[in-house]
């Protein structure tokens, strides 16, 4: 039986593209704020926004991929 196991060979082709790119923008919801924040999940790179309204109230399919975080930084 062990003689089965090494004279048989296997070949696993693993293919990774481990790239986790993140970026915080401070006042994602500005003029200047949101269209880094649309540029940004564009080329696939996780977005985090800290702003004091948090979430922005227009509607764009690139806002449902921001993580929206209501705050200060003083």
């Known amino acids: 039986l062990a003689g089965d196991f090494q ?3 296997s070949t696993i082709d693993v293919l990774a593209d481990v790239k986790s790119e993140k970026i915080v923008v401070l006042g994602g919801n500005g003029f200047v704020g ?3 924040c649309k540029a940004a999940v ?11 309204s948090g ?3 227009y509607s764009d399919s690139w806002i ?3 993580t ?3 705050g200060m930084l003083t």
């Open 7 to 9: 004279s048989s060979t």
């Open 34 to 36: 949101s269209a880094i």
């Open 42 to 52: 564009s080329k696939g790179i996780e977005v985090i926004s800290l702003n004091r």
């Open 55 to 57: 979430r922005p109230n």
């Open 64 to 66: 449902d991929q921001v």
């Open 68 to 70: 929206w975080v209501s």
